[in-house]
């Protein structure tokens, strides 16, 4: 798939688990180091399926890919670095801190953020957002914006 704007690829509704990471995938073509995704949804929505498309575009096997639930942070290193974060578990700003978020923001990788609304302050201009919502026929309905880089 040839990368094209963030833009064009949504909103998008997946059926399948495997739909939710062919287009995590094609949106991931177009990440550039330093990028920052921050991705929204309930448990189960496809978070964590989307960023193993991510991962596949930067050649990750995303099989090797798995929520870091309870470990706030899994480290994929390659030919670019991923970053994957779940913040569900944070419950206060000196737990935010103590899990090093802003260290990884400003690493140099690519930053994918699940439950992103615990560091929604330290997320940089230029952020991308990715909303995964369960639809009533049990489609994901996936939804992109990005924070106002001004």
Known sequence: MAATSSESM??????SEKQ???????FGLGLRVGAV???????????TQFVKG???????????????????????????????MDLYRIASEAELHQAGIEEYLNAGGICLIEWPQRAEHLLPPGTHFVRITHQSDGKRRIEYSRLNTV
């Open 37 to 47: 995704v921050a991705l929204i949804g309930d448990l189960g929505a496809g978070k």
């Open 20 to 26: 939710t990471r062919a287009l995590g995938k094609q």
């Open 10 to 15: 949504f909103p998008f509704d997946s059926s």
């Open 54 to 84: 991510i991962a596949e575009a930067f050649g990750f096997p995303p099989e090797d890919v798995s929520s870091p639930t309870f470990t706030i942070a899994h480290e994929y290193d390659g030919s670019n670095v991923l970053y994957h």
